[in-house]
T-cell receptor, first 110, second 113 residues
C-alpha cells in the first residue's frame, strides 16, 4: 500500500538558515511526488511536483528512488516561508489518487 | 476564473439536519474531488468524480452523498451526521483524473452538534 512519511511535525529555524523538510514514501509502482503548502488562513496550494524539476520560491526537491525520498530544501529560509507543508504521492495505476503525508509545520523566526 | 470556490465557509448543523456543501470551478476541469481534513491532520480523500461520474468512493459512510450535476459543480449532501464528522471539507479539481495538479478550494468548516 502507498504511504507517505514526514517524520517531523514541527521544524523551527532562524531566518537565513537552510531548511530541509523530509519526506519518504512507500509505493511499488512509479509514483509522482508533490509538495503542497498551506499558509495561515489560505488554501492548500501546489508548491512543487517532481516531474517539473522547478525551483519555486527558492525551494527545490529531488526524487531519490533509491532512498524513496523527496525532501524539500531551501538554502536560506525567509519568515514568509512559515506554513504547513505536505508531501503527497500520486499513484500511477488504476484510479489514481493523492495520498498525503502528515505534514510538517515550518516556523521561521526572525 | 482560476479558482475553486466553496460555499458556505462555515456550517453548523445538528445531527438530524440535512445540509449541502457546494463546490464550483470554471477552469474546464473534468475531475473533481472531496477531501475531509481533521484538525492538524492531512486531507483524506473521500470521493472522486471524473467526467461527472463517480470513480472513487473511499468507503465513505452513506450519510455523505456526493453529486456532480455538471462539469463545473460538485455537491456534498449531508444527512444524520455525527459530531465526529466535524472537520474542514475541501473540494479540489484537476484537468483530468490523471497525473494532473489538483487545485484546492478554501474549504467549508463543518461543525456537527
Amino acid at each position: 500500500a502507498q504511504r507517505v512519511t514526514q517524520p517531523e511535525k514541527l521544524l523551527s529555524v532562524f531566518k537565513g538558515a537552510p531548511v530541509e523538510l523530509k519526506c519518504n514514501y512507500s509505493y511499488s509502482g512509479s509514483p509522482e511526488l508533490f509538495w503542497y503548502v498551506q499558509y495561515s488562513r489560505q488554501r492548500l496550494q501546489l508548491l512543487l511536483r517532481h516531474i517539473s524539476r522547478e525551483s519555486i520560491k527558492g525551494f527545490t526537491a529531488d526524487l531519490n528512488k533509491g532512498e524513496t525520498s523527496f525532501h524539500l530544501k531551501k538554502p536560506f529560509a525567509q519568515e514568509e516561508d512559515s506554513a504547513m507543508y505536505y508531501c503527497a504521492l500520486k499513484t500511477d495505476t488504476g484510479f489514481q489518487k493523492l495520498v498525503f503525508g502528515t505534514g510538517t509545520r515550518l516556523l521561521v523566526s526572525p | 476564473d482560476t479558482e475553486v470556490t466553496q460555499t458556505p465557509k462555515h456550517l453548523v448543523m445538528g445531527m438530524t439536519n440535512k445540509k449541502s456543501l457546494k463546490c464550483e470551478q470554471h477552469m474546464g476541469h473534468r475531475a473533481m474531488y472531496w477531501y475531509k481534513q481533521k484538525a492538524k491532520k492531512p486531507p483524506e480523500l473521500m470521493f472522486v468524480y471524473s467526467y461527472e461520474k463517480l470513480s472513487i468512493n473511499e468507503s465513505v459512510p452513506s450519510r455523505f452523498s456526493p453529486e456532480c450535476p455538471n462539469s463545473s459543480l460538485l455537491n456534498l449532501h449531508l444527512h444524520a451526521l455525527q459530531p465526529e464528522d466535524s472537520a474542514l471539507y475541501l473540494c479540489a479539481s484537476s484537468q483530468s483524473h490523471s497525473l494532473d495538479t489538483q487545485y484546492f478550494g478554501p474549504g467549508t468548516r463543518l461543525t456537527v452538534l
